[in-house]
């Protein structure tokens, strides 16, 4: 009885965790690229012009590149602001009709991207990209030295949150690092970089970018850990409650133990 208990609340939990509406999106035609940044945002008007313009800086000696923005319905200006900054044809924008969560805005615009290379950070301004030349360097050099999958993880050396934040933040990784065997030093940093087609054979489910680093890990992936900037929010309010990221995690830390309990990767031998 409680295996079946078990299996019923493992369908529940991916059931309502899933969001279908990213697997109707497909990618229209288009060339190519080295990388593509995807930045996931929601009612981020005054935030998303800056942003655009440091991206493109930091990006511009790494090669081909595209960013893509992946609007979750939002209701202020935020899409019309983009549009605005779409001249050089650098610059793509993509739309929910409706709020989906940042997991699923991730998906997207994963999804909708070219690049054999994927960065994202979030749209609010607090991750720098000028770090992202970081971030690639680290990938590069680890692609060279061997053909394992990596993900690289910014960690915030300096966090410019709230002390509630923080603290929540350290709680939470002490006891994703229990239950999960995760020693990522910081997976709640939004800026990473990994290959696509890492990405899209990871476990995709409602919050599963929380988890991406034990997910990568369940994957085989190596962790690349690299010191990053962080800086204050400067216009715009957090979508992030303490009590709902709470409950949330709570809940999904569970059902992603058991993923990682019930993965087997077989040594392939041709």
């Given at each position: 009885m409680e295996r079946v208990a078990l299996v019923l609340w493992m369908h529940g939990w991916m059931k309502k965790r899933w969001c279908w509406s990213a697997r109707a999106y497909t990618p229209a035609a288009m060339t190519k690229v080295n990388l593509s940044v995807v930045v996931?945002?929601?009612?981020?008007?005054?935030?998303?012009?800056?942003?655009?313009?440091?991206?493109?800086?930091?990006?511009?000696?790494?090669?081909?590149?595209?960013?893509v923005f992946v609007d979750d319905g939002s209701t202020d200006a935020t899409a019309a602001r983009i549009r605005a900054e779409m001249a050089p044809g650098d610059l793509r924008l993509v739309q929910h009709k409706t709020r989906c969560g940042q997991s699923t805005a991730l998906l997207t615009g994963v999804?909708?991207?070219?690049?054999?290379?994927?960065?994202?950070?979030?749209?609010?301004?607090?991750?720098?990209?000028?770090?992202?030349?970081?971030?690639?360097?680290?990938?590069?050099?680890?692609?060279?030295?061997?053909?394992?999958?990596?993900?690289?993880?910014?960690?915030?050396?300096?966090?410019r949150d709230s002390w509630l934040k923080r603290r929540s933040s350290r709680i939470a990784n002490?006891?994703?690092?229990?239950?999960?065997?995760?020693?990522?030093?910081?997976?709640?940093c939004?800026?990473?970089?990994?290959?696509?087609?890492?990405?899209l054979r990871l476990p995709h489910f409602d919050h599963n970018h929380r988890f991406l680093?034990?997910?990568?890990?369940?994957?085989?992936?190596a962790i690349l850990s690299v010191p990053v900037n962080h800086r204050p929010r400067l216009t715009g309010v957090s979508k992030y409650g303490f009590w709902d990221r709470l409950w949330v995690g709570i809940d999904d830390l569970w059902g992603v133990a058991w993923l990682m309990r019930r993965m087997r990767r077989p040594e392939v031998v041709e």
């Amino acid at each position: 009885m409680e295996r079946v208990a078990l299996v019923l609340w493992m369908h529940g939990w991916m059931k309502k965790r899933w969001c279908w509406s990213a697997r109707a999106y497909t990618p229209a035609a288009m060339t190519k690229v080295n990388l593509s940044v995807v930045v996931p945002v929601l009612n981020e008007a005054d935030n998303v012009a800056p942003l655009i313009a440091e991206i493109r800086r930091a990006v511009a000696a790494l090669g081909a590149y595209e960013i893509v923005f992946v609007d979750d319905g939002s209701t202020d200006a935020t899409a019309a602001r983009i549009r605005a900054e779409m001249a050089p044809g650098d610059l793509r924008l993509v739309q929910h009709k409706t709020r989906c969560g940042q997991s699923t805005a991730l998906l997207t615009g994963v999804l909708a991207a070219t690049g054999e290379f994927i960065v994202t950070l979030d749209g609010d301004g607090q991750n720098d990209p000028a770090d992202i030349p970081l971030l690639w360097q680290a990938a590069q050099t680890h692609s060279a030295a061997t053909p394992q999958p990596f993900l690289v993880c910014g960690y915030r050396v300096n966090r410019r949150d709230s002390w509630l934040k923080r603290r929540s933040s350290r709680i939470a990784n002490a006891i994703r690092r229990w239950a999960l065997n995760d020693d990522t030093r910081d997976t709640g940093c939004s800026l990473k970089l990994y290959r696509r087609e890492l990405f899209l054979r990871l476990p995709h489910f409602d919050h599963n970018h929380r988890f991406l680093c034990a997910l990568a890990i369940r994957a085989g992936g190596a962790i690349l850990s690299v010191p990053v900037n962080h800086r204050p929010r400067l216009t715009g309010v957090s979508k992030y409650g303490f009590w709902d990221r709470l409950w949330v995690g709570i809940d999904d830390l569970w059902g992603v133990a058991w993923l990682m309990r019930r993965m087997r990767r077989p040594e392939v031998v041709e």
